[in-house]
């Protein structure tokens, strides 16, 4: 008996090294090129999954099969960075995935609950990248029917685009909050304003170990109906603090061994 559960936790201990060095030279928890996907095209639930895998991560989504909409997450390969409106609604205003990748997410905040990352265990997530997509981009650089051009004719209302990242522990305990502008004209001098076109990284260590990230919108431009802004935004790449590469195969293993 001594002999067997020694050679058992041998293995335990191997399997940890082996996952510990993938995830190290993957180097993320979640990147979505991991998700099978066409080019040029979209992902959005209509299959009735609820959502969607990647890495060591799962993202939510919920589709509604009367009206063909959807809130939550969905993700996208579409390079098409001059689509406006809401056709361009899977489009990544920098045409591509962070640093040049084929895929990434799309975050929408509909009415069934906020857009939700669960991670396959308790951790610090490092940070993550975020960006506008199409739909939101022009709408705040140029106006349309629904929504104000940011900044206004003159350049000087002071117009700003927010996204709140919340973290959650495994109990639902809020740990911490992050914010993070999608677009910022309050500047003085309006040379200064700016919408998000580019992948920028947004740091969540602040947050603290937690076991999800809930995401929120917010604008200056509100009407009678709620935000006039589009309420979407692009996501890849959560980069995972050192240590909780190791919490995370600890996590996976866990679960290998109750199984067993």
């Not at 979209?42 to 799962?58: M, V």
């Not at 003159?154 to 740990?175: C, N, S, Y």
């Not at 692009?234 to 290998?256: F, K, N, R, S």
Request: aromatic share 14%.
């Amino acid at each position: 008996m001594g002999s067997r559960r020694m050679l058992k936790m041998k293995n335990f201990v191997c399997a940890l090294a082996v996952l510990g060095m993938a995830s190290a030279a993957n180097g993320y928890i979640a990147a979505f090129e991991d998700l099978p996907l066409a080019a040029e095209s979209h992902w959005n639930g209509s299959d009735g999954s609820g959502g969607f895998s990647s890495g060591a991560a799962q993202f939510n989504n919920n589709y509604d099969a009367a009206w063909g909409s959807w809130d939550g997450f969905s993700y996208s390969s579409i390079t098409d960075t001059m689509a406006e409106g809401w056709t361009a609604q899977y489009n990544a205003i920098t045409g591509s995935g962070q640093g040049g990748s084929a895929k990434y997410g799309v975050g929408y905040v509909g009415w069934s609950g906020p857009p939700t990352i669960t991670l396959d265990a308790a951790g610090i997530v490092e940070g993550l990248y975020v960006t506008n997509n199409n739909s939101a981009y022009y709408s705040m650089f140029k106006g349309d029917l629904f929504a104000k051009k940011f900044g206004g004719a003159t350049g000087d209302d002071g117009d700003w685009f927010l996204l709140t990242i919340t973290g959650k522990d495994a109990g639902g305990a809020v740990t911490d909050v992050v914010e993070f502008y999608l677009a910022d004209c309050r500047f003085a001098d309006n040379g200064e304003d700016y919408i998000v076109d580019a992948w920028e990284y947004v740091d969540l260590s602040e947050l603290g170990a937690v076991k999800s990230l809930e995401f929120g919108l917010s604008s200056s431009d509100v009407g009678v109906w709620g935000m006039n802004t589009p309420a979407y935004f692009a996501i890849d790449t959560l980069v995972p603090e050192p240590a909780t590469i190791v919490l995370l195969g600890l996590g996976a293993l866990g679960v290998g061994w109750r199984k067993r």
